[in-house]
């Protein structure tokens, strides 16, 4: 089986946010909750990068630990979900998080959270694969049809990478040799204690 | 014809420049300029500073935070160190009261009842009391179960039952958080007069209160309220303070600007102290219940019996008895000026 990881070739990315748009469309993500996002880092100056950030699926998941009701699970392929039925909306995981990736949808009075909602590598949850209530809970499972991530696979630039670890590890590192140059692949040793370059 | 010759002599003369040039700097190919020169690294970000914050065009600018591998440090707080620091003072407390027990036994009133009551609590402090403490009852097992239910209450409710009684638990605590509140707001001005520091909370302490002697010797001083009271008050309304301030900071999560680093310094004061908190108010339970016979009543109909209050608050039973009315029957020990 294959490791899924996400990576962002920085060097690439032109902040065109065609990811966070793909993906908002193709789960149908309410108002409010971006699973996807992209952040540029010294705006306007030299060197300006940008990163398109989402669950980076975690090898060691801080949101899995923390989570009081141990409503999250990594599947054979790595990736990282949860289960809507028995998240509480507690909130914990945002804060052990080191990207920021889970969102909730603002349900009530004070700061009450509704259940969790965060990028699913586009596997969908526990229901189902491709089941109508999968969908309505956690968006298309694109993976059980045979197929990447939408933010991955129409990304103009070929900035964001998403796939087997290893195959999107050595297409970065041959990039990185071909054009001498690499900001490196952000997240990757806070996700995966390993770097793709 | 010459001037054909003249124009090879001039390109291969120049071709011959150009390689010259090459060969004199091999690095020209790899000299163009790097782009990426100016551009930062996570390493070195991570390294200046615990989160990495950029610009991002959404209205959530808690997403302008690229990173944030603090939150790491934050599991080992939540996943390690809060559970010994609870489980460390919560069991060792049990432990600890269920020793004194078995040496001490139930503190008993050595005169026996005298069967003549003073008042001790009014009908409001006993409010404000049970207010307060059946708040922190439920306060104290719905947050316990936040830190200590996945590895104790999980495996034997099972994960559906569990998480629709943690989600309830949840709701209680946030909601039930405001009644607490007005709890400790009361009990602050109510008993703040009778828990500054005196000369006799010295006596007191310095004899442990007599509670860990078993000899029937003089009653250690103590107006209202004994130097452990007075310190268990304190706990209170300052523990209950700063709970109260993490809390509401952890109810209404991100306003007035806080970041994710105030939301988990605000969990670990609330996770840190509360424990502490469960781990005393057992003790007080255990004092004015089990432990001690002729407490337990003073919360109930707000009297004690004459002579439990010569022997735990002799100071106090003394001024109060000068003043009230006594009520019950003959039987008294007395110690009065008329003997």
Not at chain 1, 82 to 106: E, R, S, V
Not at chain 1, 136 to 144: D, S, T, V
Not at chain 2, 96 to 112: K, S
């Amino acid at each position: 089986m294959a490791r899924m990881k996400f990576l962002c070739d920085a060097d690439r990315c032109i902040e065109c946010n065609a990811c966070v748009t793909a993906c908002k469309n193709e789960h149908e993500i309410p108002w409010g909750i971006n699973r996807r996002r992209v952040v540029t880092l010294d705006d306007g100056k030299p060197g300006e990068r940008s990163v398109s950030m989402a669950c980076m699926h975690c090898t060691d998941a801080p949101c899995a630990a923390v989570c009081p009701v141990d409503c999250f699970y990594t599947t054979a392929d790595g990736v990282v979900l949860h289960n809507k039925d028995l998240c509480i909306g507690c909130g914990y995981c945002f804060y052990a998080c080191p990207f920021g990736a889970p969102q909730y949808p603002k349900t009530g009075n004070f700061g009450t959270r509704g259940k969790m909602d965060k990028c699913t590598f586009c596997s969908g949850g526990p229901e189902a694969d491709g089941s109508k209530e999968e969908y309505e809970k956690y968006g298309a499972n694109r993976l059980a049809e045979g197929k990447l991530p939408l933010c991955a696979e129409m990304c103009a630039t070929k900035a964001l990478l998403a796939g087997d670890g290893e195959v999107i590890g050595e297409i970065y590192k041959e990039r990185v040799e071909t054009r001498g140059y690499g900001s490196g692949a952000w997240g990757w040793l806070t996700a995966y204690n390993d770097k793709a370059s | 014809m010459t001037r054909i010759s003249a124009a090879v002599r001039t390109i291969v003369g120049a071709l011959a420049l150009v390689c010259a040039i090459a060969l004199l700097t091999p690095a020209a190919s790899t000299a163009q300029v790097n782009p990426n020169a100016a551009a930062v690294s996570e390493e070195q970000l991570l390294n200046q500073s615990d989160v990495i914050r950029g610009l991002g065009t959404i209205p959530d600018t808690k997403s302008y935070v690229l990173e944030h591998p603090a939150g790491r440090e934050w599991r080992v707080f939540r996943t390690v160190w809060l559970k010994w620091i609870g489980g460390v003072s919560i069991l060792g407390m049990l432990a600890l009261l269920a020793l004194f027990y078995f040496w001490r036994g139930t503190i008993h009133i050595d005169g026996g009842r005298s069967g003549r009551t003073i008042v001790r609590f009014t009908a409001f402090e006993r409010f404000v009391h049970w207010l307060t403490a059946a708040a922190f009852v439920i306060l104290g097992v719905t947050g316990l179960n936040i830190t200590f239910g996945r590895a104790l209450i999980l495996p034997w409710l099972g994960h559906g039952a569990f998480s629709a009684w943690s989600e309830w638990g949840k709701y209680a605590h946030n909601y039930l958080s405001f009644a607490f509140t007005v709890g400790v707001i009361l009990m602050f001005p109510m008993w703040v007069g009778q828990n500054f520091p005196t000369k006799a909370d010295v006596e007191w302490l310095k004899t442990g209160g007599g509670m860990f002697s078993k000899g029937h010797g003089a009653p250690a001083p103590a107006w209202k309220f004994n130097a452990g009271q007075k310190m268990l008050y304190w706990f209170i309304v300052l523990g209950g303070a700063a709970m109260m301030v993490t809390g509401y900071v952890l109810i209404f999560p991100f306003y007035g600007g806080l970041t994710v680093g105030d939301m988990e310094l605000a969990e670990i004061f609330h996770g840190g102290i509360g424990v502490l908190f469960v781990a005393l108010i057992l003790a007080h339970t255990y004092l004015g219940t089990l432990g001690m016979e002729g407490a337990f009543e003073s919360m109930v109909d707000g009297t004690v019996d004459v002579n439990w209050a010569k022997e735990h608050h002799p100071l106090w039973a003394d001024k109060e008895m000068a003043q009230q009315p006594l009520a019950g029957g003959p039987g008294l020990v007395t110690s009065t000026p008329a003997e």
